[in-house]
């Protein structure tokens, strides 16, 4: 299947901080990707979808300027958390939309965990 | 309103017996898919098997069979032959084809598998 690959994979910052994670289809191109925040022992929450060359839709509830997201080529989108802080600690995860699939499917990337102290 | 609704937060099954994982859904679009992933504890999402609105029979994928019931909005995950590797999170999903390719979770449910 289509690999998406995420890094970084953990990261560790002081409070106040930005923090960038790029999301990347390795060997097919999306024109659409998702990022997903998930806590402890819940779901995947749906935070925005990533349009190549076009701004990102978000999700109800979550702040757009906090969370920016990037989807400058087919195969990288990138989100930032801006200012984070410790409430901003958890899993990210994104996946990419794989058009040619035949339900068209979606990858996910291996996530990055956020701890922000 | 809750879309997608997995009813069994922990569920334990015997190594090599089955187990069915409930999922009840809600949408009004009549062409959208259903799916199913599983998330061990290193959290990567693995992909295990397609339901398609209009798809005339069930999905299987080796272990892995779906019992779909349009009419009730059911969409049920059997696991047949459990193996100690299946225990993991499972989780329902839904892509609306009106939604522009959003794929909404259900809260999961915990499967662990008894030697």
């Known amino acids: 299947g289509a690999v998406v690959s995420q890094h970084p994979s953990w990261v560790i910052c002081k409070s106040g901080t930005s923090v960038k994670i790029e999301c990347r289809s390795l060997d097919f191109q999306a024109t659409t990707m998702f990022w997903y925040r998930q806590f402890p022992k819940q779901s995947l929450m749906l935070m925005a979808t990533?349009?190549?060359?076009?701004?990102?839709?978000?999700e109800q509830g979550v702040e757009k300027d906090k969370f920016l997201i990037n989807h400058a080529s087919l195969t990288l989108s990138t989100l930032t958390v801006t200012s984070a802080h410790p409430e901003d600690s958890s899993f990210y995860i994104c996946?990419?939309?794989?058009?040619?699939?035949?339900?068209?499917?979606?990858?996910f990337g291996p996530g990055t965990r956020l701890t922000v102290l | 309103a809750q879309k997608i609704t997995q009813t069994q937060p922990g569920m334990f099954v015997q190594e090599k017996e089955a187990v069915t994982l409930d999922c009840t859904y809600d949408?009004?679009?009549?062409?959208?898919?259903l799916f199913w992933y599983k998330q061990p504890s290193s959290g990567e999402m693995i992909f295990l098997i397609y339901?398609?609105?209009?798809?005339?029979q069930n999905a299987t994928e080796g272990r892995y069979s779906l019992n779909f019931q349009k009419a009730r909005k059911s969409a049920n995950l059997v696991i047949s032959a459990s193996q100690l590797g299946d225990s993991a999170m499972y989780f329902c999903?839904?892509?609306?084809?009106?939604?522009?390719?959003?794929?909404?979770f259900g809260p999961g449910t915990s499967l662990s598998v008894i030697p």
């Open positions: 949408t009004s679009d009549p062409s959208y898919g």
């Open positions: 996946s990419a939309h794989y058009a040619s699939g035949g339900f068209g499917e979606q990858f």
């Open positions: 339901q398609g609105s209009y798809d005339q």
């Open positions: 999903a839904m892509r609306e084809d009106r939604a522009y390719d959003k794929v909404i």
């Open positions: 990533s349009n190549e060359g076009s701004k990102a839709t978000y």
